[in-house]
């Protein structure tokens, strides 16, 4: 009977750790504490080039993360990628002359949407598009027009 | 006649290959069918938890440990030349919970779990125990096999969990404490990168795949073992090799329909 007890108690113990290792796994590793969709409204914005842009990219206000990118399609009318986004459900006072710039964070980093509020009094709602936006900014073409500028210089 | 002798190798092996694939697949059925028989026997399921889980918790512990303290380390060496080193927790969180935690635990499940199942069940036959509790009236398949593949499929993801864990544990032990990489930035890029449906759930999701693949081969291989010593030896070691190609084959095709985009 001794034996039984024990055997429960150490089947108990694992049951236990694994658990508990799932939720170190979901809590303290995953980005369980952040916004992972749910509850919030959608925005779109269209740009001309979105770089590197993925879905699930984070779109941020002053570096504070806002939302996500849940969709990046094509509009083959007027040849500009249409970027869907996320955006919490208490981040609902964002104006709605923001422009919706693309961004790299650090040099090699991860690109995302950072917003550039306005002063209007009217607020963007659920399934409005960003009336301006920037694009991302192309290394090479960058690259490409410091050389040219510095050819023409006399 | 050389020709028609291969033709006829191949539909020898044709025609076991099938009658392997439907009579463990009428052997599974036959599991699941008896699942329910097992609410009034937890102590059945008990007993197996023991040997299948408990016991093999210390070699995954260590093995996770292990795998992450050298990633830890390995992965430091390669980031630190491009100054991406505060990436390391980023980088093995998810190369555990992704992949090497539901593969290397399925790996060693099977050689400490697997084995040790299909020798157990083989020799019962063996020793014609199995046809014993059908004299008595006993089905040996609820009595024997079902408590045994519950466990195997009940322990898999909670065993992987722990490796992934552990694993980062060790990492964040050698690139934290050992080797300097910044505390904050080794959880939050790991936070900030690592999503809860995607990645940690799709994991479980791959852990409970192998767990069923693991111990179906294991009480399948001890089953249908041939009821001798050398049948036995030659179950066990079938029941390794076909859990550990079945495990990486499922592998590949579950991270294309996972993390395919």
Known sequence: MHDTRNREIAVGIFVAIGLAALLMLSLQVSNISNFTGGEGYTLSARFDNIGGLKVKSPVRIGGVRIGRITDISYDEK?????????????????????????????????QYIGLEPGGSETFLTNGDEFSETTSAIVLERLIGEAIFSKKNDP | ?????????????????????????????????????????????????????????????VSGLAVGMVLG??????????????????????????????????????????????????LMKATDQ???????AVDPVKRVIVPRFVAGVISMPLLAAIFSAVGI?????????????????????????????????????????????????????GYHAEATTEGVSQATTRTVVHSAFAILGMDFILTGLMFGD
């Open chain 2, 73 to 122: 380390l390995q992965m430091y060496n390669i980031l630190v030349d491009i100054s991406a080193e505060n990436t390391l927790g980023h980088v093995v969180a998810l190369s555990l919970v992704r992949e090497l935690g539901p593969v290397l635990t399925g790996l060693l499940f099977a050689g400490r779990a697997g084995s040790a199942l299909t020798a157990e069940i083989g």
């Open chain 2, 169 to 221: 544990l060790g990492s964040y032990l050698v690139g934290v404490d050992l080797l300097g990489v910044d505390e904050g930035a080794f959880w939050s890029r790991m936070q900030a990168h690592v999503d809860l449906y995607g990645d940690v759930l799709n994991g479980v999701i791959k852990s409970l795949v192998f767990g069923i693949l693991v111990a179906w081969i294991a009480v399948y291989e």
């Open chain 1, 78 to 110: 007027i040849y500009e990628a249409v970027v869907t986004m996320r955006i919490q459900q208490q981040q609902n006072r964002i104006p709605d002359d923001t422009i919706a710039n693309i961004y790299t964070a650090g040099l090699l980093g991860e």
């Open chain 2, 1 to 61: 006649m050389k020709i028609l002798d291969s033709f006829q190798r191949l539909g020898q092996n044709s025609e076991r290959l099938f009658a392997h694939t439907g009579a463990s697949s009428l052997f599974l059925l036959r599991i699941l069918a008896g699942i329910p028989s097992l609410c009034g026997h937890m102590r059945l399921l008990l007993q197996q938890m023991y040997s299948v889980g408990v016991q093999t918790l210390t070699i995954i512990s």
């Open chain 2, 130 to 136: 199995l046809a014993g509790m059908e004299m008595m």
